[in-house]
């Protein structure tokens, strides 16, 4: 164990405090705060929801008029009203026709791949799930909407970057503070989808 990792850094200390499920919160409420993504009566996505912190903030943001659809293989432990929980693997063809009755506004993921302490078999399998996000971005996101995903930074960072300019007028990439130091994570940031 690197002497830089603390398991129960400030972020962790102060999600518990204010009773989010993850300290990873801070990260989306820096990126929202920074892009101003998030509007009260939005739809959006989140992907690799649990345990559920990313979908708390999104409740809050999106409001009472807004919806949360929350993905993950693992159990997401959050409940309300607006918030519809899908237990699957995003990577299965049934994955694309669970949005279909909705205009989505937007799609985050903060998924990461099981590591292996491999950096290049690890950066190329987050680079993986930032494609999927992708793809189904394209799929789901009204024109005008935005997306995230966090990337292990590696060599496949330029091409998913040509891939998400393709599909929004602007594209970023962030690192937000509450990331962990030593980290190489970094997040994709595309806003202003393009007409389809």
Known sequence: MSGSYEPQD???????????????????????????????????????????????????????TGKVVALDLEPVHVRTSNLIVYQIDVFSEAT?????????????????P??????????????????????????????????????????ALSALLSQARELFGQTHIFRPKATRKGSTECFLIGKKRKPC
């Not at 694309?96 to 990461?112: I, N, P, Q, R, Y």
């Open 10 to 64: 400030s972020y962790f200390r102060r999600a518990r405090a204010e009773g989010y499920l993850a300290r990873s919160i801070y990260k989306l409420q820096e990126i929202d705060q920074r892009y101003q993504l998030l509007r009260p009566g939005m739809t959006v996505v989140d992907l690799g929801a649990a345990p559920g912190s990313w979908t708390q903030y999104l409740l809050q943001k999106v409001g009472p």
């Open 96 to 112: 694309e026709k669970l949005l279909d009755k909705f205009a989505v506004d937007g799609v985050v993921s903060d998924m990461a």
């Open 114 to 155: 099981a590591t292996s302490g491999q950096r290049v078999v690890d950066q190329t399998r987050s680079a993986a799930l930032v494609a999927r996000t992708l793809a189904l971005a394209r799929l789901w996101i009204r024109p005008g909407g935005f997306w995230v995903a966090k990337l292990l930074e590696g060599p």
